[in-house]
Nanobody, 121 residues
Framework: QVQLVESGGGLVQAGDSTRLSCATS?????MGWFRQAPGKEREFIVA????????EIAGSVKGRFSISRDNAANMLFLEMNGLKPEDTAVYYC?????????????????WGQGTQVTVSS
């Protein structure tokens, strides 16, 4: 059973930058970041393939967020810049057995427990 553990969330100010990390217990997977605000459905943010050469990003965060990975360390990162109050949500990383999973959350096989990011205005 693959375990994913997110870290790096917390309370930030609007306009700030922060980075989330996701540690995977084993293997190299296609990965993605999603978020879920209270009362809303889980939303795709960005995905990356196993090698890190292919990414897909949601229009709502394009130009502000970016994804990267360190396969040697089994780590995934989400760099978030220019944060807005509407970015407030629980952020989840997810892993897929597919070479690339993209924006469909049902293509992901494993999920982390999530980390809260709160952006104050």
């Amino acid at each position: 059973q693959v375990q994913l553990v997110e870290s790096g969330g917390g309370l930030v100010q609007a306009g700030d930058s922060t980075r989330l990390s996701c540690a995977t217990s084993e293997g190299t997977w296609a990965m993605g970041w999603f978020r879920q605000a209270p009362g809303k459905e889980r939303e795709f943010i960005v995905a990356i393939d196993r090698s890190g050469g292919l990414t897909e990003i949601a229009g709502s965060v394009k130009g502000r967020f970016s994804i990267s990975r360190d396969n040697a360390a089994n780590m995934l990162f989400l760099e978030m810049n220019g944060l807005k109050p509407e970015d407030t949500a629980v952020y989840y990383c997810a892993a897929s057995r597919k070479p690339f999973a993209g924006r469909n959350l049902y293509d992901y096989d494993y999920w982390g427990q999530g980390t809260q990011v709160t952006v104050s205005s």
